[in-house]
């Protein structure tokens, strides 16, 4: 399979494993959440959000009482971001860019988003941080979910991902906010 096939593969498999997961175990009552630590992340607070992220994968303002995040089972290197429930997720993804086009991505994201009980998947050409991006969300009545995803290239040869993943009453809030914070510089 060639480096197009796989990078859409993971696309999938990312944004299958985003929607119902949590980094929580519970074991007698006793909740446990896996705090992950990136040597190279970079953290700023500033009253009650912090600014979170690595370069190449970007930066945003998440809530001071967020942890890091980590799905079970992908082991690609990505930045995750979840409030202490594991309810509300951000995710930040940056790989070299193959073959595949923004919409390439956006396309199997859609699929994978379907094929995992999406209803009212939607897509819309916007702006992230000023570049032209992808969104792509969809609805997960099963799990009471919302997942947003945006797709971006830049001029250095990367493409981007952020996620965003909460409840329908939380979705817009943070949503919001990355519209809002997200950039490439911290």
């Not at 897509?123 to 570049?131: M, S």
């Not at 329908?168 to 919001?176: D, K, P, R, S």
Request: net charge negative; with cysteine; charged share 25%.
């Amino acid at each position: 399979m060639n480096r197009k096939g796989w990078i859409i593969i993971f696309l999938l498999i990312v944004s299958m494993g985003l929607q119902g997961c949590s980094p929580q175990e519970v074991d007698d009552g006793i909740i446990s959440v896996d705090v992950v630590d990136h040597e190279e992340e970079q953290e700023e607070t500033n009253g009650d959000v912090r600014r979170v992220g690595e370069e190449n994968f970007g930066f945003v303002d998440i809530p001071s009482d967020w942890v890091n995040f980590r799905d079970l089972g992908v082991t690609e290197p990505i930045l995750q971001y979840s409030d202490l429930l594991g309810v509300s997720i951000i995710t930040l993804n940056a790989w070299e860019k193959g073959e595949e086009t923004v919409e390439d991505v956006a396309t199997a994201i859609w699929i994978g988003m379907e094929e995992e009980g999406a209803i009212e998947t939607e897509g819309a050409a916007l702006e992230l941080a000023g570049h032209d991006a992808i969104q792509v969300y969809g609805i997960y009545p099963d799990e009471g979910k919302v997942l947003v995803t945006w797709v971006f290239e830049t001029q250095d040869g990367y493409m981007h991902y952020v996620s965003a993943e909460s409840t329908v009453e939380n979705i817009f809030e943070i949503v919001l906010s990355i519209e809002e914070t997200f950039s490439l510089d911290q």
